[in-house]
């Protein structure tokens, strides 16, 4: 097994995710976009873009429950395969749903340098933060292949930007390192729903076994020199 051969993902970095008219932009959002290009531009063996693409009836969308409020409310998801199995998940305005302009990545991404885009939250009945898979577990509902698809690269390491921070991005870092691989989040390269709370939500990623580190560090640094 090689050393080092590191994978980049860039997260969520849609319209609906981004002001200045994404149905839940996320400060500053857009303005990251230069340095996550800087990094599609290094030599990561595999650059996945992954892309919230929800179907319009989805559990996430405040609409879709009576008298809820998106960002107020909490719902209870229950696994459909096994109702002893559940979780409390926040409710969002309607966004990324397929086919629309929100849910496509913005012009500015240098799409062209990715070599995987990788649609998650597809299925109407369970909130996919992560792009690896669905928080259930027994049985697990929705898998993305996105492990399998690292592991058959010979990924070491797992380099992940986009939004939002203390959500998908968040998922997708502490679930790599669950897979094995050494995670990092680059931190100028995304940013939070809640920018007061990000720094315990950097404990909480630490805690997990992933990794927040500089754009300037040593952990990008080596990528930008690998051969």
């Known amino acids: 097994m090689p050393d080092f051969r590191p994978a980049l993902i860039v997260v969520d970095l849609q319209e609906d995710f981004c002001p200045p008219n994404g149905a839940l932009a996320v400060a500053g959002g857009r303005g990251i976009t230069p340095l996550i290009n800087k990094l599609l531009a290094s030599p990561f063996v595999i650059k996945i873009a992954t ?12 609409t879709n429950h009576q008298g ?17 199995e559940t979780y409390e998940s ?9 086919g629309t302009l929100g849910a496509e990545l913005i012009p500015e991404l240098h799409a062209s340098q ?47 930007v986009g939004l939002a921070a203390d959500y998908c991005v968040k998922h997708a870092a502490v679930d790599a390192a669950k897979e094995g691989f050494k995670s990092y989040v ?27 580190v500089s754009i300037d560090g040593p952990e990008v640094h080596r990528v930008m020199t690998a051969q």
């Open 51 to 62: 892309k919230d693409w929800h179907p319009p009836d989805h559990v996430s969308f405040a």
């Open 68 to 84: 809820k409020a998106p960002f107020e409310d909490i719902v209870t998801i229950v696994n459909p395969y096994n109702e002893s």
């Open 90 to 98: 926040r409710l969002w305005p309607v966004h990324c749903v397929q």
């Open 114 to 160: 990715l070599d995987m885009i990788l649609e998650k939250g597809t299925d109407p009945r369970v909130e996919m933060y992560s792009p690896f898979y669905d928080p259930f577990r027994t049985p697990r509902v929705s898998d993305s292949g996105l492990a399998k698809a690292l592991r058959e690269k010979q990924v070491t390491d797992v380099y992940v």
């Open 186 to 212: 680059v931190e100028e390269c995304t940013r939070a729903v809640d920018a007061v709370a990000w720094p315990k939500c950097k404990e909480d990623i630490e805690a997990h076994g992933a990794q927040v």
